[in-house]
């Protein structure tokens, strides 16, 4: 009565299901991320929507930038649908399907407005869950020029410390904290859930390439300024340069050991996953 599971997922054997599942959960904790599950989903149901080129993705944050009437980056569902982006130009008659995915889309990923209770989604965020690829650089490359491309700069594949975070946690990190992959075990899973160690990941990993590191990550305590003969002011500044313009890519995020299990973890995301039951 098109209800519940499709025939030949009631069919499939348990053990097969979980094996197809431990695609979103390599590390065995027992978590699924819907949202991540519902992208699979989107992307194998709208090739469209997976085949998206990098110049697609930035004329689609154009036209999402162009819907949203105050600008704050957020958009009202009528916003959306006004919004003309890749995946809908195709489309010429009958039931349109793009502007029922766009609907779906909004329902699943919009959240509440704490002051009225209405419903916004995030221009970037909703294209970051548009952003999969064959091969994890592949998806990880759309990504990072979604959030460069938003956050002012040129379209490129390198990026600064917020840019990193937020291709990492979407929803910020206390919102990933609950279905984190792995237990943290070792000093390289701090990189997965504090910002102020992604900026360290980014220095280790641009030292690593034998790249200049500008500024400092870390700001220095009273005492090290005293040493150190700086102000407050110019110890601002030295950090606040290292977070701007200290820049990774995705090569060297996934040449970097320590960078790749950040990647592999925080990145997976952006890998295709090709559901069959």
């Not at 919004?83 to 399907?97: D, E, P, V």
């Not at 919009?110 to 952003?131: F, I, K, N, Q, Y």
Request: hydrophobic share 40%.
């Amino acid at each position: 009565g098109g209800r519940g599971l499709p025939q030949l997922w009631a069919a499939a054997p348990l053990p097969r299901i979980r094996e197809c599942l431990k695609v979103f959960d390599p590390h065995g904790t027992g978590y699924l991320e819907w949202r991540e599950l519902l992208s699979a989903f989107v992307a194998q149901s709208f090739p469209t929507v997976a085949n998206a080129k990098l110049l697609q993705l930035g004329e689609a944050l154009k036209a999402l930038d162009a819907a949203d009437k105050d600008k704050d980056g957020f958009l009202t569902l009528k916003e959306l649908l006004e919004a003309k982006i890749w995946f809908q130009l195709s489309y010429r008659s009958g039931f349109n399907r793009f502007e029922a995915l766009k609907r779906i889309l909004f329902t699943a990923l919009s959240e509440p407005v704490e002051a009225t209770g209405d419903r916004r989604l995030g221009c970037m965020t909703l294209l970051l869950h548009l952003c999969s690829a064959e091969t994890l650089e592949g998806g990880m490359d759309k990504a990072f020029h979604v959030v460069a491309r938003a956050g002012g700069h040129l379209p490129g594949s390198s990026v600064n410390w917020d840019q990193l975070e937020k291709a990492a946690y979407p929803y910020g990190r206390d919102a990933h904290l609950d279905v984190g992959r792995a237990q943290p075990s070792t000093d390289t899973d701090a990189y997965r859930y504090t910002g102020i160690d992604i900026e360290e990941l980014i220095e280790h990993t641009l030292t690593a390439s034998g790249e200049e590191v500008k500024g400092r990550a870390l700001a220095l305590t009273s005492i090290q300024q005293r040493v150190a003969g700086v102000t407050v002011e110019e110890d601002d500044i030295a950090a606040a340069e290292h977070r701007e313009e200290s820049k990774v890519s995705v090569k060297q995020l996934l040449n970097y050991p320590n960078a790749t299990e950040f990647a592999e973890q925080r990145m997976q995301r952006y890998l295709l996953k090709k559901l069959i039951i």
